[in-house]
């Protein structure tokens, strides 16, 4: 039998569960009933405490903090630690903020099982670029402002340059879409600037931070002014940057035609 080929070791199994961006009401029906029926969760850091009400009192529960800019559990214990719960029969729960396929690391995890012969299921989750832009109230595509979406990440793993964030810039103006960019808050002026080489200063852009929380907070801005917004207002991680004329849908856009706001 190939390496490559699921098959189940034990009674054990692994599911991959998206967490959501936070807020509890937006985590789905599978996702809650996934998460009460594991022996074992594995937790991201950006899980709340209110989803994970949702474990058994009877669960062990593993924290393997991920967040970017922080001090984090190596992904490839964590994935020694989930083969070898799954081996033991456990029924196991990968929890992750989000959306597993979406920056989440879930494709690497699912490799990494699939070659130990483990079959994992995968749980969606709402990712926070969708959930902080609908918010404010406004869609990520739109029929006379987006033809399109683009998901990007602003933080590269070591000995990567990273997106072109010019050929994207580029890209985005020609074929009128909408970035929505994770993870790019330490690296905005290098992403602003390479984005100004096709996009005009004038494009709109949301900054949003702990999207769907009680705490959010976000700003509305030029993409001129990315840079400095994000330093006056203190917005850091966990942000969403969206970056496109969807923007102008949000409603305290149009009440002050363009000039930003802080909330």
């Given at each position: 039998?190939s ?8 009674h054990g199994?692994c599911?991959l569960?998206?967490?959501g961006?936070g807020?509890?009401?937006?985590l789905?029906i ?8 594991a022996?074992?969760?594995?937790v991201d850091?950006l899980?709340s405490?209110?989803?994970m009400?949702?474990?058994?009192a ?5 924290y393997?903090g991920?967040?970017?800019g922080?001090?984090s559990?190596?992904?490839?214990f964590i994935e020694k630690l989930?083969?070898a ?5 456990e ?9 597993p396929?979406?920056f989440?690391?879930?494709g690497?995890?699912?490799e990494?099982?699939?070659?130990a012969?483990i ?18 109230g406004?869609?990520?595509?739109h ?7 683009l998901?990007?990440?602003g933080?590269a793993k070591p ?7 010019r050929?994207i810039?580029a890209?985005?103006h020609?074929?009128k ?11 905005v002026?290098?992403?602003s600037d ?7 200063g004038s494009?709109?852009?949301a900054?949003?931070q ?8 976000h700003?509305?801005?030029?993409l001129k002014?990315?840079p400095?917004c ?8 966990p942000?969403?940057?969206v ?5 102008r849908?949000?409603a305290a856009w ?5 000039q930003?706001?802080?909330?």
């Open positions: 039998m390496a490559h080929t699921p098959t189940t070791l034990s199994s599911t569960v998206g967490a961006p807020d509890p009401d937006l789905t599978k996702a809650a009933k996934a998460i009460a029926a022996s074992v969760l594995f850091d899980v405490d209110a989803i009400a949702h474990a058994s009877e669960a062990r529960v593993v393997v991920k967040r970017g922080c001090k559990t190596p992904q490839a989930m083969i719960a799954v081996k033991e029969g029924r196991v729960v990968r929890l992750k903020g989000g959306d396929f979406i989440g690391r879930g690497e995890e699912v990494h099982l699939r070659e012969g079959a994992v299921e995968v749980i969606n989750g709402i990712t926070s670029g969708l959930a902080g832009l609908t918010s404010l406004a869609p990520l595509t029929r006379d402002r987006a033809h399109g979406v998901f990007m990440t933080h000995g990567d340059s990273g997106p072109d964030w050929q810039a890209t985005a020609a074929a879409l909408t970035l929505v960019i994770y993870m790019g808050v330490s690296s002026e290098h992403i390479e984005l100004l080489t096709s996009l005009p494009t709109p852009v900054i949003i702990h999207a769907s929380l009680p705490h959010q907070r700003a509305l801005t030029f002014d990315l400095q994000i330093a006056d207002e203190k917005l850091g991680s942000s969403i940057i970056v496109g004329d969807v923007v849908g949000i149009q009440v002050e035609h363009g930003r706001l802080v909330a």
